[in-house]
């Protein structure tokens, strides 16, 4: 692929912190004992004993436990971060810190406006984007990944959180505005890593202060 953005192959992965991990524990928790009380509350209506209303309570609330685990286990392993992230480790590409993000419908269109990008290009869900003194990079690929796109830091106009425009796409997104010849491009990424198996959506705090590590990471641009 040539463009004004040319592929280059070539900070450590920053996962959620530890913030995060109390969001999610909390809100489990909570979606557990609703769970927990609602089965108990059902249960003992019908006349069921005590001791009997609990171990129906309880195994549920542990399979629904399981459940959710599983699904993000899934997600995590579909999106493919951990195996990019390690193989990304290895490979001598200058790459300092690696982020997991999603791709989006919305990404997508704004990525086909940029100079070289095949009109017909299709993105896998999972997206890797990559920090270095010369560039952001978006790769894909797993074991042998490679670089996508890369932006070098004179084309990056500006990297701010924003609010998702779906929920399902994630919380908060990481804005990135490339600079190209016709114009400003938004490339609007949600932003993952959180707690656990690294494949949830990041607060709007975690995306706030990544926006301002890659701001202060740009050596175009004083850090704001």
């Known amino acids: 692929m040539s463009n004004q953005f040319p592929i280059h192959r070539g900070w450590r992965n920053v996962s959620g912190p530890m913030r995060d991990v109390v969001r999610f524990t ?11 009380g609602l089965i108990f509350w059902g ?108 932006l070098p830091w004179g084309v990056v106009h500006s990297v701010d959180p924003v609010q998702a425009q779906r929920r399902w796409d994630g919380e908060w997104c990481l804005n990135v505005v490339v600079l190209t010849p016709g114009g400003l491009v938004p490339l609007r990424f949600p932003l993952l890593g959180g707690f656990p198996f690294g494949a949830l959506p990041a607060s709007l705090r975690t995306t706030t202060e990544v926006a301002h590590r890659l701001r202060s990471a740009d050596p175009t641009t004083r850090p704001q």
């Open 26 to 36: 909390l809100r489990l928790a909570a979606g557990l004992l609703l769970v927990f």
């Open 43 to 150: 249960v003992g209506r019908d006349g069921v004993t005590t001791g009997d209303a609990l171990a129906y309570a309880t195994v549920s609330s542990v399979s629904v436990m399981v459940g959710v685990v599983l699904m993000i286990w899934g997600a995590a392993l579909v999106g493919g971060w951990g195996v990019r992230r390690r193989a990304l480790r290895t490979m001598d590409v200058g790459v300092k810190q690696t982020l997991e993000i999603n791709s989006t419908d919305d990404v997508l269109h704004h990525m086909r406006q940029l100079d070289g990008v095949p009109p017909l290009l299709q993105l896998p869900w999972g997206l890797t984007l990559s920090v270095s003194e010369e560039a952001l990079g978006i790769w894909v690929g797993r074991r042998e990944p490679h670089e996508l796109l890369h």
